[in-house]
């Protein structure tokens, strides 16, 4: 039995679901595993699988999946993780459907959970500090990580194999629009960091990126970020 499957529940909002990648999810999945707990990620963004038997299943929710979520929730025989936008926001619509709503990051609250140490409800937990200290995402979770239509957009067709990546987290901003939940402070990965992750990327034959930063342009390093960017030969967008 594993101890974890990780999952995205079915998107039944965007035209194409899996354009972009559950990178939230190789995340947790990279400290899970860097933790030497089992994990697996099941991959339920167009359809809803058939899932391993688990110890926790953690569910990643924007609210368009949510009520989704909650039916899967109430099928599995483990003790069930949500986290993501929805349970960040409304951590109340999530705590009778889910044993742990996560507020926040994940990468230490999942680790937590999984060594018992936390109660059952709602979890909130802290800003990652380093980002540099969380491994890179676990890429090899699934059979196909990367998308070929992430880098041409939404119903632009196909091109090259792209990932998203991010050099941040955070915002300095405070737009009433906004359901970022990780505004201040704004954490940064150092340069060598991203362009460490670039270059496994490369060397797995992906070459196309698009930066999921809320704000790319504001990295402290940014003129230096690009420079090293722009002799890796790649191609890349912002946010």
């Known amino acids: ?12 909002i965007s035209a194409q679901p899996t354009m972009y990648q ?29 899932l391993p038997p688990a110890k926790f299943y953690g569910f990643s929710c924007a609210t368009p999946q949510i009520n989704t979520a909650k039916k899967m929730a109430r099928k599995v025989k483990g003790q069930t993780i949500v986290g993501g936008a929805h349970a960040s926001m409304l951590p109340q619509d999530c705590v009778k459907h889910f044993d742990y709503v996560v507020v926040g990051e994940g ?24 980002l540099d200290s969380i491994p890179y995402p676990a890429w090899d979770k699934l059979p196909n990580p990367f998308s ?56 797995r034959g992906v070459t196309h990126f698009r930066f999921e930063d809320d704000n790319f342009t504001l990295h402290p390093e940014y003129e230096s970020l690009c420079a090293k960017l722009k002799t890796l030969k790649i191609r890349y967008k912002g946010h």
Not at 1 to 12: A, G, I
Not at 157 to 173: D, H, N, V, W, Y
């Open 1 to 12: 039995m594993l101890d974890l499957v990780l999952l995205s529940p079915p998107d039944k």
């Open 22 to 50: 559950p990178l939230s999810l190789f995340y947790l999945a990279s400290v899970v595993d860097r933790a030497d707990f089992t994990c697996e990620i099941v991959d339920c963004r167009e359809r809803i699988r058939e």
């Open 107 to 130: 990468e230490q609250t999942i680790i937590d959970i999984l060594q018992g140490k936390v109660k059952k409800g709602i979890v909130r937990s802290q800003r990652e500090r380093n």
């Open 148 to 203: 070929n239509t992430l880098f041409p957009g939404e119903r632009y067709g196909k091109g090259e194999l792209a990932t998203t990546i991010i050099g941040s987290r955070g915002c300095p901003f405070n737009c009433s629009f906004c359901a970022n939940v990780h505004r201040t402070p704004v954490v940064y990965r150092s340069v060598k960091n991203i362009i460490g992750e670039l270059k496994e990327l490369i060397d």
